[in-house]
Antibody, heavy 119, light 107 residues
Framework: QVHLQESGPGLVKPSGTLSLTCAVS?????????WTWVRQTPGKGLEWLGE???????NYNPSLKSRVTISVDKSKNQFSLKVSSVTAADTAVYYC????????????WGQGTLVTVSS | DIQMTQSPSSVSASVGDTVTITCRASQGISSWLAWYQQRPGKAPKLLISAASSLQSGVPSRFSGSGSGTDFTLTISSLQPEDFATYYCQQANSFPLTFGQGTKLEIK
């Protein structure tokens, strides 16, 4: 049973970089899955940010593509999210998730972590 | 981006009722649609993938149908634990997009 756990600062200053990590347990990040980041705000609802395969292949949401980077660390069995030049609009609950195949949706989710952008 | 529109935005029902939630895509997405349930303070839970394929462990009172642009999630014989918010998500093309959610409340 794969378990995902997000971690990272809960407060980020405007214009800074939001950095989160998702630790994968109960399975290998090198398995044939897509590792995903989704965020949720009261105003915009659920927003898919992007995904990565252990091979390094990525897909990003064009609305944030220039600011978002997703990476994999096989040695630590985890993947990460960075969002640069953050504003208050990036305040959200951030979830990491797994999709066996992108087209089939995400079947395993972390509990989510609230990140607030504020000075 | 493909826009996903759910209706209704909220619905009130009683235990034992049957409820249907609709999701419409702004363009055809074949059958690449997922349904999620989210309880307050929790992560979304995948119920149905590929429009009608029930995830392992999900009760059979949940069912999904549709293809192209119009999809439905039906919950029969509502149980107390079913009162939550439901989201559809298209997985046909990037970026993946979600509906705005349907809140199922107890009448």
């Amino acid at each position: 049973q794969v378990h995902l756990q997000e971690s990272g600062p809960g407060l980020v200053k405007p214009s800074g970089t939001l950095s989160l990590t998702c630790a994968v347990s109960g399975g290998s990040i090198s398995s044939d899955n897509w590792w995903t980041w989704v965020r949720q705000t009261p105003g915009k609802g659920l927003e898919w940010l992007g995904e990565i395969h252990h091979s390094g292949s990525t897909n990003y949401n064009p609305s944030l593509k220039s600011r978002v980077t997703i990476s994999v660390d096989k040695s630590k069995n985890q993947f990460s999210l960075k969002v640069s030049s953050v504003t208050a609009a990036d305040t959200a609950v951030y979830y990491c998730a797994r999709a066996v195949e992108t087209a089939l949706g995400s079947d395993c989710w972390g509990q989510g972590t609230l990140v607030t952008v504020s000075s | 981006d493909i826009q996903m529109t759910q209706s209704p935005s909220s619905v009130s029902a009683s235990v034992g009722d049957t409820v249907t939630i609709t999701c419409r895509a702004s363009q055809g997405i074949s059958s690449w649609l997922a349904w999620y349930q989210q309880r307050p303070g929790k992560a979304p839970k995948l119920l149905i993938s590929a429009a009608s394929s029930l995830q392992s462990g999900v009760p059979s009172r949940f069912s999904g149908s549709g293809s192209g642009t119009d999809f439905t999630l039906t919950i029969s014989s509502l149980q107390p634990e079913d009162f939550a918010t439901y989201y559809c998500q298209q997985a046909n093309s990037f970026p993946l997009t979600f509906g705005q959610g349907t809140k199922l409340e107890i009448k």
